[in-house]
């Protein structure tokens, strides 16, 4: 409001009110505390760490500002004071709340603007592999064996964390000689080699039955995946190929055999979900090894192999789909005696299925073992009808061998972004180098770096070397370069200045290693050439056309993956006797669900709500089993609707769910907290350093899981943060350690209800779902802050929060949608500007 | 850095490593192998430290009995045979993992002071800090003897999610050896890694001058950018020039390396066994294939000092294929039930059993006039004794070999007064002929090693 208008109207004010005086600490605050807070938050209980009687003194607010932060906080969100406690006067709090928060505004306008300092960052794995990419076209990830990045602020990405050892120096190395020489002269060709893995957690006798006839009972041999990929017997695995070449899927099946009179059993192998190949084994399968040559690129790819339809070609019977028109076999039925007389292959097709699967060598040969055996009851048949397993197929091992027919020559990409010119013009070399360094550096370069590395090149010439070798020797000392492994901002040489504007380039890099884990393009290079990418216009502008771009995709990956943990997927090892249904491709098929949910929000710029209760997400049959959706055929991921399921939003996803609990066991604990650092912005502080042990002895052998966290809420010492992390946790409890829906944890029917740290009460996780997202500020926060560490890759300092606040308020502003928290970001201080710090600078004298 | 000598014929084949054993040899793979590298006359004195994390079943772990015959315990029990070189030492305590006034995370911290016995900084990035840990110390001093100035191995790949333990950076939890304050030396997860930094990834039908080119080219690269970066050094302030440095340390460490590699007139070996692919999936066959390559690389002296971390401090693995399907580190916060206890008691033993093929293996290998343990010292232990309650003191540790004559194993040595571990490790680098004023919050040297 322009001032003229204030001016009136502050004298009326104060007429129509003649005791009122402008609200001070003293008058709003201090009363408000004694009458509120005193009476815990004292000198001799200090609860929560908090003693206020020391915080009274007219400076405080602004002297204890983290304390008073977090008071703000839990005043206005209702947490505090204590539910036990009368309810402090709704106007009273308001006009307090209201203070507090002026009184930061008034401190952070007048502050002197502080965008922090960014360590210069070293290129991490990640960021190293997508840089050499995008720099030479390369397809092959270099940096896949470099020692790992340690994360500090929960990215690893985070400049000061992102150290550098000898072993790294020499991966540094080794790949710049591997990275140049490939792109010059093509991948050097490499020995086959076979990887051998084994099915995870290998599967047992009666798996088919506990896993798909008994806990999907609409499933049945004319309703299942067709695929085989999501049947117990298909097997996952992430492969890494080091060449683009021909290479062989090699599968050996376990003993086993399907009924007799049945037709061939199908096998197929498929890379990244696209069958590669089909055969088919007639009768046992012990030892039938079978092979599928596929050509494939460098790099990871998904591979599988399993047992496409391989419920048909059954003997009748059985009511598969396409039943055999082979004739039952006579004679091997006179032993058994089990099944229906003459119908049942094998004499009641008892197979000796004790010992992981291991059939035998014949149906009849095993009715020994009768006691041991699974019987297959056809659907809808008569009583009493048994029949030989139909599932007793598996695989042992599976083998990648290869490359044989390595593509060795240089990539025509490759070739193009390195030879610009001629090279029979005279400085055609000294064109290419400046050229490329100019990329790799993502920045001009001057003519003593260019000297530099000419003399590399140059030391190749005098020694014979060929043009293509000088220019690859160059590239090496490229490749390890300061420049090139670190992202330094260099400060401007004037010592006057305190605190100032990235210029282009750095603003450049800083953009494209936020959303791309990579250098800038050429067209973000070309802007900041012309000086224009700092303009408002220009910069959102490229932002919004990155967030297009398909490179988005590392966004969440690298973002994604460490925000909401799924990362942790990877190495993650459910107990498998209890969750057999968990095995690589529900891990695959979880982290690809979320992937796929994150990256529609960005492409469709939904609101970041959807996070937390879209009704809608990314299935394959797999999953969508698991959510009990039963009209989703195939192994195909697809947008699918929610409604009518208990999911909603990421807290409904297998990822998150399974990221948040224990290998053998829920823990709402870890749920809990979950849900406060990651959505509501509100991490509770670590435990104490020596927490006390819960009395098991009182909480009984018996109790349920919320009886014994009732008696640690008990402990006033553990009840702080507990009664904040656990009701939230309670929310989730209905879906177990893999994510899979669950109406009672051992005998203990589940209740899901539980509440807000503001004490709003839900019930089950829509319930909670609804009420995070009404929270939807706090999650902007939430998320604007996750992101701006890994956007900065420093952690947000205190002097950050005026520019999250101002980020979160266009959050709110700009309808919630996902690319008003990525564009606040861009626009704000920290993100265009830098703090100087000279120490120890210019200490060495410049050679 | 990759050490290029010719390929290799059989008859130079490393003998006596029982590490050959189970694992099959595909000559094709075998690529150069430039090893025992005695440089000189002078004893080769080596250090080892495993680490086990999130403390120990310590009911099952401290034998009832000081001296020299003890009963052993279930999770000693697995060193019967190495009784005689192997000593406990109890009453030993790793003072700077508690609290002293900063909160939770103390599997960070036992992390970070186990060998540096200092304070970590309680910080999830900005500004790490603790303090140069015992194996950099002496590789500081003595790394230069070997092709590798030390070996860092971890059995737990820690693509990290998150902050590792109540606010403090993961480098903590994640290393154990320390380059620097605020350097970590993380350790190497993948077994191919390994093998190809022992062992070489070049190819092999390179011919010998092309590869001496490339050698040469490195050393010519090297030169180029520690120019280039002294450049830097002068425009930049902060903790940008901590990180410059730090850039500068490892070119320099680089390239002695090659000059060491260059200056050696060694034997070839092969490494008897084949480049491992990945990480195996079953823990045994992981942590079996790291020892391995540990030993490997103690017996061909391609470095004196090696560090293996079984686990991250407050690690998360289940350890399914023993029947442990517990997360370890939510199990080790048992309440002393004793069901808990039983199964944590089983993750503790299942370490020793793999450690203890370690030490099979280095008893095995004849080294100069006896075996590698018997010139070795091996540590094994945690910075945590009962994790359920984060105690740092007691802690439970093992030392294992004859240090070329330093030690007199064959006993269970209690300290009544609690030691600094920084003591047990100014003893041990002594006894390398490494001489340190002082390590951490060391006081002085452990009494009784040799004696009684």
């Known amino acids: ?847 | 850095m990759i050490v290029t000598k010719k390929h290799l014929s059989r008859r130079t084949l490393l003998r006596g490593l029982g590490v050959c054993a189970g694992l099959p040899m595909l000559d094709a793979m075998i690529p150069a192998f430039a090893a025992p590298a005695r440089l000189g006359p002078e004893k080769a004195v080596r250090a080892v430290f495993v680490y086990a994390p999130n403390g120990m079943t310590m009911r099952d772990w401290t034998p009832a009995t000081a001296g020299a015959d003890y009963e052993m315990t279930p999770i000693l029990n697995v060193f019967e045979p190495f009784r005689r070189d192997m000593l406990v030492l109890s009453g030993l305590m790793d003072h700077n993992g508690n609290a002293l006034g900063d909160g939770g995370g103390d599997h960070a911290r036992a992390g970070g002071s186990f060998m540096t016995g200092v304070h970590p900084k309680h910080t999830a990035g900005k500004d790490i800090h603790v303090g140069i840990s015992a194996d950099q110390v002496a590789a500081d001093a003595i790394g230069n003897k070997t092709r590798l100035r030390s070996l860092e191995l971890g059995c737990e790949d820690s693509r990290t999610v998150g902050n590792c333990d109540s606010g403090y950076s993961c480098a903590y939890s994640n290393s154990l050896s320390w380059r620097g304050p605020s350097t970590p030396n993380p350790p190497e997860t993948n077994p191919r890694a390994v093998f190809e930094r022992l062992f070489g990834s070049d190819d092999i039908t390179l011919a010998p001058e092309v590869r001496a080119k490339r050698l040469a080219d490195r050393r010519s690269i090297l030169d180029g950018v520690q120019e280039q970066v002294h450049s830097l050094l002068g425009t930049v302030g902060g903790a940008d020039r901590r990180k410059m440095d730090e850039y500068l340390t490892a070119v320099r460490e680089v390239e002695m390396r090659i000059q060491t590699a260059e200056k050696s007139n060694v034997a070839e070996v092969q490494p008897g066994f084949e480049r491992p692919e990945g990480i195996p999936f079953e823990y045994g066959a992981y942590a079996k294939i790291m020892f391995d390559l540990a030993a490997m690389a103690l017996q061909s002296d391609a470095t004196r000092i090696v560090t293996i971390v079984l686990g991250r401090e407050g690690s998360l693995r289940t350890y399914n294929e023993i029947g442990v399907p517990d997360g370890h580190h939510p199990l080790s916060h048992h309440g002393n039930r004793s069901d808990w206890l039983d199964r944590l008691s089983k993750i503790n033993q299942f370490h020793t059993q793999l450690f203890s093929g370690f030490v099979a293996n280095l008893k095995a290998a004849p080294d100069g006039d006896g075996t590698v343990l018997d010139h070795s010292m091996v540590l094994y232990g945690s910075g945590l004794s009962d994790s359920n309650r984060h105690l740092h003191e007691n802690l439970p540790i093992l030392l294992f070999g004859r240090g070329d004559g330093s030690l007199k194993p064959g006993r269970h040595i209690v300290y009544d007064k609690p030691t600094p571990m920084t003591n047990l490790y100014l003893t041990m680098l002594d006894r390398m002929d490494v001489k340190a004023e002082s390590i951490g919050d060391s006081t002085g040297k452990v009494e009784h090693l040799t004696d009684l």
Not at chain 1, 151 to 156: E, Q, R, S, T
Not at chain 1, 269 to 281: C, H, P, Y
Not at chain 1, 495 to 514: P, Q
Request: neutral net charge; charged residues 20%; proline residues 8%.
């Open chain 1, 1 to 847: 409001m322009p001032l003229r208008y204030l001016i009136p109207i502050l004298p009326l004010l104060a007429l129509l009110s003649p005791s009122a005086t402008t609200p001070s600490f003293q008058t709003t605050v201090q009363p408000f505390m004694a009458k509120n807070c005193f009476a815990c938050h004292n000198g001799q209980m200090s609860s929560g760490g908090l003693n206020m009687q020391t915080m009274v003194a007219d400076g405080s607010v602004l002297k204890n500002r983290d304390e008073w932060e977090k008071v703000l906080k839990r005043i206005s969100s209702g947490e505090m004071p204590p539910k036990s406690l009368p309810r402090p006067n709704e106007a009273e709090l308001k006009q307090v709340t209201g203070w507090l928060q002026a009184e930061f505004d008034r401190a952070d306008k007048n502050a002197k603007p502080d965008p922090g300092r960014v360590t210069a960052r070293r290129l991490n794995r990640a960021e190293y592999n997508y840089t050499v990419q995008d720099l030479l076209g390369i397809s092959f990830e270099p940096a896949a064996d470099f020692p790992q990045d340690d994360a500090g602020y929960g990215f690893d990405n985070n400049g000061d964390v992102l150290s550098l050892s000898t072993v790294q120096m020499e991966k540094y190395l080794s790949a710049a000689e591997t990275v140049a020489r490939t792109a010059v002269f093509g991948a050097q060709s490499a020995k086959p080699v076979t990887a051998r893995y084994q099915p995870f957690g290998r599967r047992r006798p009666g798996d088919f039955d506990n896993l798909f006839f008994n806990t999907h009972p609409w499933l049945s041999l004319t309703n299942y995946d067709e695929s085989g990929l999501m049947m117990p017997n298909a097997f996952h695995v992430t492969h890494r190929f080091p060449l683009t070449g021909d290479y062989v899927i090699r599968a050996t099946p376990d003993n086993g055999n399907r009924p007799g009179g049945s037709e061939p059993l199908e096998m197929a192998a498929f890379v990244d979900g696209v069958q590669v190949g089909l055969t088919s084994i007639d009768g046992q399968l012990e030892g039938k090894t079978q092979e599928f040559p596929v050509h494939v690129t460098a790099g990871e790819h998904w591979v599988a192999v399993g047992f496409p339809r391989q419920f048909e070609g059954l003997p009748p019977l059985y009511g598969g789909k396409n039943p055999s028109k082979r004739p039952i076999p006579a004679g091997r039925g006179g032993r058994g005696g089990r099944g229906i007389p003459g119908a049942a292959p094998g004499g009641g097709g008892v197979l000796g299925a004790n010992g992981r699967g291991r059939g035998g060598a014949g149906a009849a040969n095993n009715n020994d073992d009768a006691a041991n055996t699974t019987f297959f009851t056809p659907p809808g048949a008569p009583p009493g009808t048994v029949l030989a397993r139909v599932d007793n197929m598996g695989l042992q091992s599976m083998e990648i061998g290869g490359p044989r027919n390595a593509d060795t020559k240089p990539s025509p990409e490759s070739l193009k972004k390195i030879f610009i010119c001629d090279r029979t013009t005279p400085g055609c070399d000294r064109r290419i180098v400046s050229h490329l360094a100019r990329l790799a550096y993502r920045r001009p370069v001057t003519p003593t770096e260019i000297d530099r590395l000419m003399a590399q090149a140059n030391r190749a010439k005098l020694r014979g070397d060929s043009f293509e070798e000088q220019i690859a020797v160059a590239m090496e000392a490229m490749l390890v370069s300061p420049s090139f492994l670190f992202r330094v901002e260099k400060d401007p040489p004037a010592k006057s200045v305190e605190v100032y504007r990235l210029n282009d380039y750095d603003l450049a890099s800083r953009l494209s290693y936020f959303l791309w884990s990579s250098m800038p393009d050429t067209e973000l290079m070309h802007a900041a050439d012309l000086g224009t990418l700092h303009r408002p216009e220009v910069l959102n502008a490229q932002v919004r056309r990155m967030l297009k771009d398909e490179k988005i995709a590392r966004l969440v990956d690298n973002f994604g993956g460490q925000w909401l943990q799924f990362r942790a997927l990877e190495s993650h090892v459910p107990d498998f006797y209890k969750f057999p249904l968990w095995d690589n491709y529900l891990r695959m098929s979880a982290v690809k669900e979320t992937e796929l949910f994150f990256g529609s929000i960005i492409h469709e710029d939904r609101p970041i709500t959807d996070f937390l209760n879209a009704d809608y997400t990314f299935a394959n049959q797999y999953l969508a089993e698991f959510y009990g959706l039963r009209d989703v055929k195939g192994p195909e991921f697809r947008k699918v609707s929610l409604e009518g399921t208990p999911r909603r939003g990421l807290m409904g996803q297998v990822s998150v769910l399974t990221a948040s609990s224990y290998g053998n066991r829920t823990s709402v604990v870890l749920r809990g907290k979950w849900i406060l650092e990651n959505i509501l912005n509100a991490p509770p502080p670590p435990p104490p350093a020596n927490v006390p042990d819960l009395d098991q002895a009182k909480v009984g052998e018996d109790a349920t899981l919320r009886q014994r966290m009732e008696v640690h809420r008990a402990n006033a010492v553990c009840a702080s943060c507990h009664s904040k992390m656990d009701p939230l946790g309670f929310g989730l409890d209905n879906f177990d350690a893999i994510g899979s829906w669950r109406d009672k944890d051992g005998k203990s029917p589940i209740d899901a209800s539980g509440a807000l740290p503001g004490g709003r009460v839900f019930r089950g996780p829509v319930e909670l779902a609804t009420m995070l997202s009404s929270q939807r500020d706090a999650f902007a926060q939430c998320l604007t802050e996750k992101m701006m560490t890994f956007a900065l890759g420093r952690g947000v300092e205190p002097s950050d929060r005026l520019a999250v606040r101002k980020i979160t308020a266009g959050v709110a502003a700009g309808q919630y949608k996902f690319s008003s928290v990525v564009l606040g970001i861009v626009n704000s201080t920290p993100f265009q500007m830098r703090r100087a710090d000279r120490t120890g600078a210019q200490t060495v004298a410049h050679r």
